[in-house]
């Protein structure tokens, strides 16, 4: 990604309240309509529909607007803006010797979401496969470093994906973990004072939410109920949240199935809305998130106080902005955002898309071995 690149632009998804963040690392709030949508956004069972309609309109550009790169129009930053986050969020391949001299002295831990980020964004959520060219380049990379998926998806759904037994999964936005770890029964995290039981490959590591299973799942059926009349509407179970995907549906319908899924979401005020790309997700009310599931595997893998561990976080979506943040107030490793477009957040480096994604960790596979004696 060069200085001068021509990327399309979008206005960024604006960031949910209820995570408080701070000013973005690097970031541009300068965006027309960026500080008006944040005002907008309410979490909770009471959310105003207009506010919805607008938080998924401001993530669903259309076509026309996407391509508008040089237009003068209000809602479309104009083509320095542009240069300016590529500068200030440069290309993670360009900087890999960089970002290698960083970590020298430390163990690298990678986490990667996989919508996006390690497959591509596709129409039907069942369908969003990873390449085996993808598969392999992430069981190489496992070898070398402890790796973990860090997915919105349900644990078993990324599991059937990726099927690499040498890898932790977090699915449910971290409120579902399991890991290859071998180790005594019925400890207790330290910081998080959840319970979590080691097993043998792929069993439970930690489920905070576990007391929401119950409404989750009443929830999911009645979403499904209240959503199967609007043509393209797909209501996923995640175990421990619930994804309307809104993708296949008519921009036209958005507004009654933002009213549907609002209807039932007032019944459940332990529930709370967040937006992802194109998909409505309801989750518990506790607080956990893609951040908090970082920190937890940190200490799984005894990193928790340590100053010799490097983290890459590696994501394309809003929910990823939790973990990013976790790393800046770690002061430790780095975040990479996936994105073809100039969006808010708190990666210090981006890619434009899987591809280069593959292409980074090819690139770390093949960089490890030379650099056995540092590590």
Request: hydrophobic residues 35%; proline residues 7%; neutral net charge.
């Amino acid at each position: 990604m060069t200085k001068n690149a021509v990327v399309p632009i979008e206005i960024p998804v604006p960031v949910s309240q209820h995570y408080s963040y701070p000013p973005p690392r690097g970031g541009n709030t300068n965006y027309p309509n960026y500080k008006k949508l944040l005002n907008q956004i309410e979490l909770n069972g009471a959310n105003k529909l207009n506010s919805w309609l607008d938080c998924m309109r401001a993530s669903s550009p259309t076509q026309t607007r996407k391509n508008s790169i040089l237009t003068s129009s209000p809602v479309m930053p104009l083509i320095d803006e542009t240069d300016k986050w590529i500068e200030e969020h440069p290309s993670a391949l360009c900087k890999f010797e960089d970002i290698m001299a960083m970590s020298k002295g430390k163990k690298i831990v990678m986490f990667l979401d996989y919508d996006g980020t390690l497959s591509p964004i596709v129409d039907d959520p069942d369908r969003a496969y990873m390449s085996e060219a993808m598969r392999e380049a992430v069981k190489d990379v496992a070898m070398h470093f402890p790796t973990a998926i860090v997915s919105g998806r349900g644990t078993d759904k990324v599991l059937s994906f990726v099927r690499l037994k040498e890898l932790y999964y977090a699915g449910s936005h971290g409120m579902d973990i399991v890991g290859p770890t071998i180790g005594p029964k019925n400890m207790k995290s330290k910081v998080h004072n959840c319970l979590f039981i080691y097993f043998y490959a792929k069993e439970v590591l930690c489920q905070p939410a576990s007391d929401f299973l119950p409404i989750i799942e009443e929830i999911s059926k009645t979403l499904t109920e209240k959503t199967k009349m609007i043509p393209g509407a797909k209501v996923e179970d995640n175990k421990f949240c619930v994804s309307v995907h809104y993708r296949c549906v008519d921009e036209k319908k958005w507004g009654t199935l933002a009213e549907q899924v609002k209807s039932v979401l007032n019944e459940y005020p332990k529930l709370q809305l967040t937006q992802g790309r194109k998909v409505l997700e309801i989750r518990p009310t506790i607080k956990w998130n893609k951040g908090n599931a970082l920190e937890f595997l940190l200490e799984t893998l005894g990193y928790a106080d340590s100053n010799e561990v490097f983290p890459v976080y590696i994501g394309d979506d809003r929910t990823d902005e939790d973990a990013f943040k976790v790393l800046c107030e770690r002061q430790q490793g780095i975040g990479i955002l996936v994105s073809k477009v100039p969006k808010e957040t708190n990666a210090c480096f981006s890619l434009r898309e899987p591809t280069e994604v593959k292409e980074l960790l090819q690139k770390l596979a093949q960089w490890k071995p030379l650099a056995t004696n540092e590590h």
